[in-house]
């Protein structure tokens, strides 16, 4: 049986955070409030967990789940490099809104999915949630929805969607914004790439914002259809 605490409860934020830990610590799923979308949540070095939750979502290793980390700190103990546009994009965006991809640091051992040696890293502006990953280590976090269906801005709709695949439920009202990560790919700035980020999703940080920071080494933006190349 799965169990829902109202963290803006004080008598159950504590005992919720506790029961999160716990869950987390023995392999199960945890389903959490961040500053774009609800996630649900494992340990990202329990393979046995992360594959719970690929099928809590219904979804394939083709898709491995992004990781959440606590800070800049926990960034760079999971991927082999951070260049310095990487460190621009972090200064500027997180904590928030941005998942950046990087070659993984090659000595971990962990199994995500069919990650290619990469990770999709984004420290989230969520303070319970950074807590929480300073105690647990980083959480290999997807939108807490079943694939197909609209990822939920309210814990009680993933509730629905993923009953008791999951063990803990956190709900901490609405989400701030309800509009999923960006996603860029910043491995073709690493070990002689093309040399730029490339966007693999636009959402809550646009293009104007990553231009701003990244300049040239931002791909050139899409051309509007009808425009000849």
Known sequence: MSTLFDCRDESQLLP????????????????????????VAADAFSPRAVQRLLDAKGRGRQSPPPVLVAGEGMLRALVAEVPEPVERLVAAFWPGGLTIVLPSQPSLSWDLGETHGTVAVRMPDHRLVRELIEETGPLAVSSANLTGKAAAVVAIDAQDMLGDSVAVYLDDGASDTGIASTIVDATGLTGGGTGVVRVLREGAVDRERLREVLGDALEPDPQPPGEAA
């Open 16 to 39: 919720g955070l506790r029961q999160a830990r716990q869950a987390i610590g023995r392999g199960e799923l945890v389903v959490l409030p961040t500053d774009t979308v609800y996630g």
